[in-house]
């Protein structure tokens, strides 16, 4: 781990980079709130830290409540896999 030291002040690299990685998706999502868009830039940083400003949206009413309507129907069904599970519901 790198340090970082200043007069008195010791920073440690690691808490300076997910502070970094936290204000850029912040810049990111207020961005994505106002125009709906990614820019490219924007894009291959949220690649590469697998982040969309999408995730941070609250889940649509009508997307909760279809999963409820999905998940009580099928309430009784046991699946042996994710995938499986996923598929049924196409």
């Known amino acids: 781990m790198q340090e970082f030291?200043?007069?008195n002040v010791k920073l440690d690299s690691e808490f300076i980079s997910k502070a970094i990685v936290k204000l850029l998706k912040q810049d990111i999502f207020n961005r994505y709130k106002q125009t709906g868009?990614?820019?490219d830039e924007d894009w291959e940083f949220c690649e590469k830290i697998d982040?969309?400003?999408?995730?941070?949206?609250?889940p649509k009413k009508e997307h909760v409540e279809e999963l409820k309507r999905i998940l009580k129907e099928q309430s009784g069904k046991k699946y042996?896999?994710?995938k499986?599970?996923?598929s049924s519901l196409k």
Do not use: G, N
């Not at 982040?51 to 609250?58: F, G, S």
């Open 5 to 7: 030291k200043s007069e």
């Open 37 to 39: 868009e990614v820019t």
């Open 51 to 58: 982040w969309h400003p999408v995730d941070e949206l609250p």
């Open 80 to 82: 042996s896999s994710a």
């Open 84 to 86: 499986e599970f996923f």
